[in-house]
């Protein structure tokens, strides 16, 4: 192979803008310096590749001097090369070989502040977008022998960095043989999110999450300890944590950092609050439409009587209430984080008393709609609170055909589909054991 001869060493980057190369001459004999401008660090080029190019006397010398660099490989032209200079290394190509030196860009990203699981006390910094970096947070929290990081690629495209992270004394062989099996079967051009790597893993049809997303590092080293595998995706700032059962994503960091007779019931409020968020609105309308005798009789007045001006049945009063929490929701979500809360809080009691007013909807409805969005809040983790959200719409449905029987149908099936479940071969419902326990 000639020393100049590109398009053969390096197929498919030759038209791109960021590709340098330079000629360098020894003794009448020439070699090509190539890399990416965007990925690697000049200065680091200049006093490692260039300096031990000053240095030779001839080429024989020159690469015997690149071979004394850290970070120096040797690959094979074609594709090798290609992903080397992906990764931001620069190659110096002889006549007969290719030289890889590891001259990539020092990362500028910072750990982040955690908001997506925030608590009054303990860490307050999430993890960063570089995979490095969030290694390093993760090795300086854990700093055990025993702590295993194995690196990956994924996305056929994207061919995004994955990191694998466990605890070799306590990590269960058969959870990594599925976890490596499951990675082998992924077919993606581009992944780029914590989340999206968690839905490929799993079941994307599930209704429960059964991968534990979070960004937060305390959490992230707790699993660890506990013998959970840990995966790490370059360019977003949260971990997935394997395998995850249901009590998992009702758990705060806050249970670990107070006294148990403080935590525990708060722990119970969040329980009470999922079901509220999954049975409140079904319950109203199977007792106000099929199951009045329920109440008392004086409560069931009252709530005739606000719902007098009403013009139809319940499960519309319904079906109204919760499309505008849940879009209020959403527009919280989409809306610049300054003017967010501010829009939606007004927006929703603008909304609340004028569909009052206008009777289109009753009060207790309205009182019945909030404590559903209120509880549903209490829910430490998004996914399993964005699951809870969509568990609901069905048990509305039965109450609407089948009253207080179709409910109770419901949730019989809902925790006969949740008993099914596993993450990773790890019932789906273990009751504070094992992955479920936190650690005193």
Known sequence: MKPFDL?????????????????????????????????????????????????????????????????????????????????????????????????????????????????????????????????????????????????????????????????????????LLELDERLSKIDAEVVQAS????????????????????????????????????LLLNGTPFSINLPAVFFDFLDSMEDVYQYPWLMRPLQALRYIGACITMTLPALYVAFVSYNPEFFRAQLAIEIAGSRAAVPYASYYEVFLMLF???????????????????????????????????GLVSSIMIIIASSVAISNFVIPINTMSYAVRVAKFPLIILAMYFGLVGIVTGIFCFVLYAASLRSFGKPYLKLFSGEAKRSR
């Open 195 to 230: 989340n999206q790597v968690q839905m490929l893993l799993t079941d994307r049809y599930h209704l429960l999450p059964t991968g534990l997303v979070t960004d937060r590092p305390d959490r992230t080293v707790l699993n660890l300890s506990q013998g959970k595998v840990i």
């Open 7 to 175: 398009h053969a060493a390096i197929p498919g980057l030759m038209h791109s803008g960021d590709l340098v190369s330079r000629g360098l001459n020894i003794d009448e004999e020439s070699v090509q310096l190539v890399y990416l401008s965007s990925l690697c660090d000049k200065q680091y080029l200049q006093s490692s590749i260039m300096q031990a190019f000053g240095d030779s006397s001839d080429r024989a010398d020159f690469k015997n001097r690149l071979s004394l660099i850290p970070g120096y490989e040797q690959v094979q032209s074609g594709d090798a090369a290609v992903q080397k200079l992906l990764r931001g290394y620069a190659l110096v190509l002889f006549p007969d070989a290719i030289c890889a030196i590891e001259s990539a860009k020092a990362s500028t990203s910072k750990p982040l502040d955690a908001t997506m699981e925030s608590i009054l006390q303990g860490p307050q910094y999430a993890f960063s977008e570089d995979i490095a970096t969030n290694v390093q947070i993760i090795r300086t929290r854990y700093p055990s022998k025993e702590l295993r990081v194995e690196y990956s690629v994924i996305g056929t495209v994207s061919q995004t960095s994955l990191a694998i992270l466990y605890d070799a004394s306590k990590v269960d062989p058969d959870v």
């Open 324 to 358: 505008l929490t849940e879009a209020l929701t959403e527009a919280s979500i989409r809306l610049p984080k300054h003017i967010g809360s501010t829009a939606t809080t007004v927006g929703g009691l603008i909304l609340g008393e004028a569909a009052q007013q206008a």
